[in-house]
């Protein structure tokens, strides 16, 4: 019958109100089925390796998010986030046990008696001990830890996801500095091919083969160009003050590393890695800590329903109390009490079963939100993945342009040394080899964006 006694709380706390969580059915596999990536030659479906960002083979780009990885402070944060969750993981965990309190108190009364001119004094001593039990008959407690273990795994979830952003975002600031750096070297080089022009041009004007008009000509172009490159180095610094930032540096520290002479934009020389869908899911963090979120939500309703019912709680004491220090070992000291204490807020009123519809709707909101995540993550995908493809082509075109312009206008200046072409042929080469140079830096810096907005879009980097 003791044992019974021991055994009948457990039993009795094994039963929990309210809904069992049940994860949502996953979408069949012809509905997160990649299609951008069938016939995008520029990825291909191997899975992702972990570090993403040596594809790229820039050891400065590696040095880069391995420091804002360990210094960024939106990961710190998030990582405090987690830490809190954990902490109330575990007071949730502790109410699983007894609690207890101890006591001692020590009073001195005095009573004066006026009418015997007399004064009472009592001293009394007393130590206590004193335990409770809940019993988590309807699986309050319970519902509570699974609601605190949901949301601490949305926590490290929110991590994984702070860990892609800030992977992605220091790849695409870095990647940014070095594009604009690059398309300062262009815009400097083309200036210098339109300055020679200019130089020809008024050696032949003082010749008197020439006109003024060509002279201003040529000068235009050496202007228009030269106003490129203050643009493109402000952009530059602007980017990398940016990545010093992510890397949890002063920005003016950023001026001094490796990473503000980059001039060349970062490139993968082989098909991107992206998996497929199904393995896009799995490896979201957002739709892992969405899914967590509504683990936790579904808890909370079993935590307001179990609010409905008697909450019974199992309550012991002791103590030991005597007018006189010395008298507290007696016998005759001794007090104890023992017994079951049932307690009920009668939800006559309506708000508890209110609290329990509120629950409800937020858990209907997370799955919701869960589904609409799901779907938000395929088309991030397919999205990035249809611009990689797009810009890498983009990039082969203008490369193929930019090489035949090149061959343009050495053949132009050639003809026109020998008075084959005239000056305004020479200037029209000059100035689709300058157009073309310009377009395929700027389509290298698109390209490199849209690489990295895969690897972030697949939920790659930690």
């Not at 009592?122 to 004193?130: E, K, L, P, Q, R």
């Not at 106003?227 to 890397?247: D, G, H, I, M």
Request: proline fraction near 5%.
């Amino acid at each position: 019958m003791i044992r019974l006694a021991y055994v009948l709380p457990l039993l009795l706390a094994a039963c929990a109100v309210g809904p069992d969580y049940q994860r949502p059915t996953a979408l069949p596999p012809e509905q997160v089925r990649l299609t951008e990536a069938l016939a995008n030659r520029a990825v291909t479906p191997s899975p992702l390796p972990d570090q993403w960002w040596h594809l790229f083979g820039d050891p400065e780009l590696d040095r880069l998010i391995t420091q804002a990885l360990a210094k960024n402070t939106d990961l710190r944060a998030a990582a405090a986030n987690l830490q809190r969750a954990r902490a109330v993981l575990s007071e949730s965990s502790a109410a699983r046990l007894p609690t207890s309190s101890a006591s001692a108190q020590f009073t001195n009364s005095r009573q004066v008696i006026p009418a015997f001119n007399r004064t009472i004094s009592n001293d009394f001593f007393s130590v206590g001990f004193d335990a409770s039990y809940e019993v988590d008959l309807f699986g309050g407690v319970s519902r509570t830890i699974e609601a605190a273990r949901g949301y601490a795994g949305a926590a490290q979830a929110a991590i994984d996801a702070a860990r892609v952003a800030v992977a992605a975002e220091t790849a695409r600031a870095y990647a940014s500095a070095c594009g604009f750096g690059a398309q300062a070297d262009v815009a400097r080089e083309t200036e210098g091919l339109q300055a020679r022009t200019l130089d020809l041009t008024q050696r032949r004007l003082a010749a008197g083969r020439g006109t003024r008009s060509e002279v201003d000509q040529a000068a235009v172009l050496v202007e228009q160009v030269r106003a490129q490159v203050p643009v493109f180095e402000a952009e530059r610094r602007a980017a990398l003050y940016a990545l010093a930032v992510l890397t949890g540096d002063p920005p003016a520290a950023i001026l001094n590393t490796p990473a503000a002479k980059c001039r060349a934009v970062p490139t993968a020389s082989h098909p991107l890695p992206v998996g497929d869908g199904q393995a896009l899911i799995a490896r979201r963090p957002d739709v892992r800590q969405a899914e967590r979120t509504l683990a936790a939500d579904t808890a909370r309703i079993g935590v307001a329903t179990a609010a409905l019912y008697p909450s019974i709680s199992l309550l012991g004491g002791v103590s030991l109390g005597a007018t006189q220090f010395g008298n507290l070992g007696n016998a005759s000291a001794l007090g104890y009490f023992i017994g079951p204490l049932i307690s009920w807020s009668f939800p006559f009123t309506g708000a508890a079963r209110m609290r329990v519809r509120q629950n409800e709707a937020i858990a209907n909101g997370s799955l919701a939100k869960f589904d609409g995540t799901v779907l938000t993550a395929l088309k991030e995908a397919e999205q990035a993945l249809a611009r990689t493809g797009g810009a890498a082509e983009r990039e082969a075109a203008l490369r193929r342009a930019m090489t035949a312009s090149t061959d343009a206008a050495q053949l132009s200046r050639v003809r026109f040394d020998y008075g084959a072409d005239s000056f305004l042929q020479l200037l029209d080469a000059e100035r689709r080899r300058a157009t073309a140079r310009a377009a395929l830096a700027q389509a290298e810096a698109d390209r490199a964006d849209a690489q990295i907005s895969v690897f972030k879009a697949i939920g790659g980097g930690w």
